[in-house]
T-cell receptor, first 113, second 114 residues
Framework: AQSVTQLDSQVPVFEEAPVELRCNYS??????LFWYVQYPNQGLQLLLK??????LVKGINGFEAEFNKSQTSFHLRKPSVHISDTAEYFC???????????FGTGTSLTVIP | NAGVMQNPRHLVRRRGQEARLRCSPM?????VYWYRQLPEEGLKFMVY????????ESGMPKERFSAEFPKEGPSILRIQQVVRGDSAAYFC????????????FGPGTRLTVT
């Protein structure tokens, strides 16, 4: 089974500053990687996904992530955050032979005006 | 273009009662997944179903929990004789097919056991 680690449980950042949310996974088998965002009392919305191809993936709302196979990481970045980016962010991993997504424990991003 | 629908959004049950959570997948999706989110934790997989079949229930507690996805109607997650530890947010997701396809999530049902 996969283990997904989001090292930072809370990340405060000032508005218009850059941010990086870290995600590492455990398995070396072929994986697919996702970042979801959850606003308070809502479901999860897909930000971006890596299935194959270019290791730099661009998503919605100006977010991007880079897949690093050697470091088993899939960190999420945004060059300039907005107040509206305040939310919980979850990294998820799926194996090509599996049925489920494995989620990290989430990173709470707070954008400070 | 309705997304994944879940109802109720909030459910309060007393210890020992039954909880029924419903999930209608996106149109055209025949794969449904249930996840549980405990406070301060990520989502944990519970069960994966296709129409009329349970494909993977490796994340389901052995007792009191069951799930179904009938030929007609929504998927149902049923929790019998609820206990306080069942208080959580339960999310349903659906996908177009099996494999690394995006899972679309519903808004969740927040179950509170008093």
């Amino acid at each position: 089974a996969q283990s997904v680690t989001q090292l930072d449980s809370q990340v405060p950042v000032f508005e218009e500053a850059p941010v990086e949310l870290r995600c590492n996974y455990s398995s070396s088998v072929s994986v697919y990687l996702f970042w979801y965002v959850q606003y308070p009392n809502q479901g999860l919305q897909l930000l971006l996904k890596y299935l194959s191809g270019s290791t730099l993936v661009k998503g919605i709302n100006g977010f991007e992530a880079e897949f690093n196979k050697s470091q088993t990481s899939f960190h999420l970045r945004k060059p300039s955050v907005h107040i509206s980016d305040t939310a919980e962010y979850f990294c998820a991993v799926s194996e090509n032979t599996g049925n489920q997504f494995y989620f990290g424990t989430g990173t709470s991003l707070t954008v400070i005006p | 273009n309705a997304g994944v629908m879940q109802n109720p959004r909030h459910l309060v049950r007393r210890r020992g009662q039954e909880a029924r959570l419903r999930c209608s997948p996106m149109k055209g999706h025949s794969h449904v997944y249930w996840y549980r989110q405990l406070p301060e934790e990520g989502l944990k997989f519970m069960v994966y179903l296709q129409k009329e079949n349970i494909i993977d229930e490796s994340g389901m507690p052995k007792e009191r929990f069951s799930a179904e996805f009938p030929k007609e109607g929504p998927s149902i997650l049923r929790i019998q004789q609820v206990v306080r530890g069942d208080s959580a947010a339960y999310f349903c997701a659906s996908s177009l097919d099996r494999g690394p396809y995006e899972q679309y999530f519903g808004p969740g049902t927040r179950l509170t056991v008093t």
